[in-house]
């Protein structure tokens, strides 16, 4: 084999050595937290990423073990959500993830639980079930039930929420049957983010009374005004940024949305628009 010309190898020895150790540095600043019924403790000396000691319920380690590149790592093959569990907020690297392909099951108890990311970046969630989650969170569509303040934005429940996030990575997960929600909601998510071999079904909402909205397996939307902020026509909005989404041998089963509210069709401009009712 010829050896490469001497400049071109010299810099792209440099561009090498120089990712190596990024991705060294950055794998080697990883701590992870691992959730093992049988052998853990919920303390706070769980999350210092000792795998001798590890959480017990996936509730405490969710809700406390929270800083920037934390993997946490579930050993057990059922977990249960029974807690309303805080957004993440403001962190980089995050990972929930088990060892092989659908092997962990998180079930949320109760209506009211589900995850919810806010301006979080690189975020990895791999080879989990989660199972009838489904927790409130803010849409970008008008509550027009509200005649009183026509800036009000409609409420729907969410299992896995995602809000002003950067470059996701999903792999391997299920999302089923989240009780009169929507499955995966992506808002305002930018940068590279990669669905694959993944299933989501039955996240329907399924209500004769039309008092609900949602439903569909997964859901995205680059918003005029994000959800809870005060938007304006000079500001410079999140969704002009570059994302690149990409579906890889995914699944979608049996996912039905709400109807629309209201139903005649009109022109959407700004949070004036309906978001429900799309399918998916």
């Keep these: 084999m010829k050896a490469p010309r001497p400049a071109i190898c010299s810099c792209a020895l440099v561009i090498f050595l120089v990712s190596l150790v990024f991705v060294t540095v950055s794998r080697c600043d990883i701590i992870e937290v691992e959730i093992e019924a049988a052998n853990g403790n919920d ?5 210092l990423g000792d795998t ?16 920037d590149s934390v993997s946490f790592v579930l050993v057990d093959t059922q977990y249960f959500l029974s807690e309303s569990i805080p957004p993440f907020t403001n962190l980089d690297n995050l990972s929930i993830n088990t060892a092989s392909a659908f092997k962990s099951i998180v079930s949320c108890t109760k209506v ?23 927790a409130l969170r803010n849409s970008t569509s008008r509550n027009y039930s509200d005649t009183d303040n026509p800036n009000a934005l409609s409420k729907f429940y969410v299992g896995l929420y995602f809000y002003s996030c950067n470059t996701v990575w999903i792999d391997s997960i299920a999302v089923q049957n989240s009780p009169n929600a929507t499955g995966v909601v992506m808002y305002d998510t930018i940068g590279d983010v990669t669905i694959s ?15 609900l909205q949602g439903g569909g397996g997964f859901y995205v939307e680059f918003s005029y005004c994000a959800p809870g902020e005060t938007c304006n026509d000079t500001q410079i909005h999140r969704s002009n940024t570059k994302a690149n989404y990409s579906f890889k041998g995914c699944y979608f089963v049996n996912n039905i949305a709400s109807l629309m509210t209201p139903i005649t069709l009109f022109i959407p401009d700004k949070i004036d628009h309906v978001a429900f009712g799309r399918g998916g």
């Design 52 to 67: 001798q000691k590890p959480c017990k319920t996936l509730d405490f380690a969710l809700s406390t073990c929270r800083k």
């Design 197 to 211: 071999n993944s299933n989501f079904s039955g996240n329907s909402v399924l209500d004769p009374s039309k008092s």
């Design 43 to 47: 303390t706070n000396a769980c999350c």
């Design 112 to 134: 009211g639980v589900g995850l919810a990311f806010v301006n979080v970046s690189y975020i990895t969630i791999a080879n989990i079930v989660f199972q009838n989650c489904s």
